[in-house]
């Protein structure tokens, strides 16, 4: 039997805030020991190949209205389709639990060796689920990899120690290398009210907990704000060869809206939290200079002024690491890298309500060696059409990101599917992704509101001069023979 011991129940609860909401996490996973962004995977059948795992928190499962799904399609030579897929839910024999209204099965994922056995185990949050008579108490699904993929069969569940009304456990997920001490990655979980780290045991016991200790000990010196929880990443940042954790949100209190980052580095002792980092609530990592250190970029798509009204239309920031982890410009307590929409060689013009940095992936999509940065703006306007969303991939060099060979995409550019429409929010999800395993990352891009909530993810190639619009295509949960209607399908695609 597959045992989680709680390594650090509510050992960051310094960061939360009750009544947090949590946006759709950019979170990194990989095989044990994986802990670069080009080293990880989500690899559920062992074929070599990049698999892609796609929420659909609002499908209606075995006639319960937004009990949730989610899907899986693997990598091939021929990269992915629509024939090589599976369809999970808690109406799925072996899954525990059953599909009920307002689940949201799939909000949150992510992917790891948990069990160390080879095979990429996926893990899906289920922050909608009702604890007996506890209601949005949260619990997780984690579905194992195996030689046939992701299977119903065998699925464990994971619940708070303590289920709480409305703490919407499995919000945010990341899983990761983040100590020597268990053979498979470790399993960080982000609720309402605190952050708790889970391994697998292969004889129950409890994990060793200096996590635990090192959290305590800085309560009283690291609430030097009051931040509200968006997301959960992972890199190396300082190439010491077990992963960091950001935890990423906006702050509250008397200034609130702004992204700060809570940066805990992977130790042989455990995680030990380090700093704060200026940026978020969303966050993606990779290796955009190529020098051996993952480098960390934040999203920020409501930056507020003083006043709080979002002017900028959107801020990204990038992070160098190295031996200290990511650094800003002028060191370990400066202000990253800023980029806009007004920043000179980036397409567009920054307008109040872009979003720009609404959703973010990093990955080399010209196989340069370099990772590119995928950034989206939900809320662009297209013309004079509202919110129809774009999508932007900004290259990596020795010098860094470079605005230099930037492109941009939306529904009205030249041989991308559909057309621009008001509220279509096209870009809520980007991803970077590999899954004929030719060294380029490709764009996924989906629009979980696109067709009255239905959903649709698009597919752009990429070739040696990185992503194209040439030959893409379309799909939603409808062509993997999923229900489609009010699907609200890409609202989730794990990174």
Request: charged share 20%; net charge negative.
């Amino acid at each position: 039997m597959r045992m989680y011991r709680s390594a650090a129940v509510a050992a960051a609860s310094f960061l939360l805030m009750a009544g947090a909401g949590i946006a759709a996490p950019a979170a990194y996973a990989g095989t044990p020991g994986g802990t670069h962004a080009n080293d990880r995977n989500s690899d559920f059948n062992g074929d070599g190949y990049e698999d892609v795992l796609i929420g659909a928190p609002g499908g209606t499962v075995s006639g319960k209205k937004g009990a949730g799904y989610v899907t899986v399609q693997y990598g091939a030579s021929t990269g992915i389709g629509t024939r090589r897929a599976a369809v999970v839910s808690q109406s799925t024999t072996g899954v525990p639990g059953g599909a009920e209204t307002g689940d949201g099965f799939g909000r949150a994922l992510a992917t790891g060796d948990l069990d160390a056995d080879g095979y990429d185990d996926a893990i899906v949050g289920i922050p909608g689920e009702d604890i007996g008579t506890v209601s949005d108490a949260g619990g997780i699904t984690v579905l194992w990899g195996s030689s046939r993929g992701l299977v119903g069969a065998n699925s464990d569940w994971l619940e708070a120690a303590e289920p709480g009304a409305g703490a919407k456990f499995g919000s945010a997920l990341a899983a990761a290398r983040f100590s020597p001490d268990t053979p498979g990655d470790e399993l960080a979980v982000l609720g309402r009210d605190d952050l708790e780290l889970y391994a697998y045991d292969t004889a129950p016991q409890p994990k060793s907990a200096p996590l635990e200790r090192t959290a305590r000990n800085r309560l009283a010196g690291a609430a030097e704000r009051r931040i509200q929880p968006g997301s959960l990443t992972t890199g190396d940042y300082d190439d010491n060869g077990l992963a960091d954790l950001i935890v990423s949100g906006v702050t509250v209190g008397d200034e609130p809206g702004h992204g700060w980052s809570s940066f805990f580095s992977g130790q042989t002792q455990g995680l030990v939290y380090e700093r704060e980092l200026r940026g978020g609530p969303v966050a993606a990592s990779g290796d955009i200079d190529n020098d051996g250190y993952d480098d960390l970029v934040t999203g920020e798509p409501h930056s507020p002024d003083d006043g709080g009204e979002s002017v900028t239309g959107g801020l990204v920031g990038v992070y160098y690491g190295s031996p200290d982890g990511p650094l800003g410009v002028d060191g370990a307590d400066s202000p990253p890298q800023w980029w806009t929409q007004n920043t000179p060689g980036v397409p567009g013009t920054a307008e109040r309500g872009d979003g720009w940095g609404t959703d973010l992936s990093v990955a080399d999509t010209d196989g340069d060696g370099y990772a590119d940065v995928a950034i989206s703006a939900s809320g662009e306007d297209i013309g004079t059409v509202a919110d129809a969303g774009a999508v932007w991939v900004l290259r990596g060099t020795a010098g860094g990101l470079t605005a230099t060979g930037a492109k941009s995409w939306d529904q009205n550019s030249a041989h991308v599917p559909g057309t621009a429409e008001k509220g279509d929010r096209w870009g809520g999800q980007v991803r970077l992704t590999d899954p004929n395993r030719d060294g380029r990352f490709g764009l996924l891009a989906s629009a979980p509101g696109e067709n009255t909530g239905d959903g649709v993810v698009w597919v752009l190639s990429a070739g040696s001069a990185g992503v194209t619009a040439t030959g893409s295509w379309t799909y939603g949960g409808g062509s993997l023979r999923a229900p489609s209607l009010d699907a609200a399908y890409g609202a989730t695609i794990d990174e």
